[in-house]
Nanobody
Framework: QVQLVESGGGLVQAGGSLRLSCAASGSIFSVNVMGWYRQAPGKQRELVATITSLGATNYADSVKGRFTISRDNAKTTVYLQMNRLKPEDTAVYYC???????????????WGQGTQVTVSS
């Protein structure tokens, strides 16, 4: 099967930085889009950033210029470098990937378990 395992969350003061990582593992043939979403208490899950297998990126307006998404050469690990963090960035961050693998003959959507990011003012 396919798994996404995240790491790197934590507590940081406003203006600080954190780096999230997410590694895809298991029976994987191809990874298409990878990205990060977040969900704050009482709010809907929202897109933070995505990156395609060709390296094209997309960011939420609220994080442009502060966050950078990247992938490793094997294209199975995605990173989110978060700089100049704000209290409103506090949320559970979820890794996402569209993967051809496991027992399915089609691409499927996979999610990580989530990692907490807390930014104190």
């Amino acid at each position: 099967q396919v798994q996404l395992v995240e790491s790197g969350g934590g507590l940081v003061q406003a203006g600080g930085s954190l780096r999230l990582s997410c590694a895809a593992s298991g029976s994987i043939f191809s990874v298409n889009v990878m990205g990060w979403y977040r969900q704050a208490p009482g709010k809907q899950r929202e897109l933070v950033a995505t990156i395609t297998s060709l390296g094209a990126t997309n960011y939420a307006d609220s994080v442009k210029g502060r966050f950078t998404i990247s992938r490793d050469n094997a294209k199975t690990t995605v990173y989110l470098q978060m700089n100049r963090l704000k209290p409103e960035d506090t949320a559970v961050y979820y890794c996402y990937a569209r993967i051809l693998g496991g027992s399915s003959p089609r691409y499927g959507d996979y999610w990580g378990q989530g990692t907490q990011v807390t930014v104190s003012s």
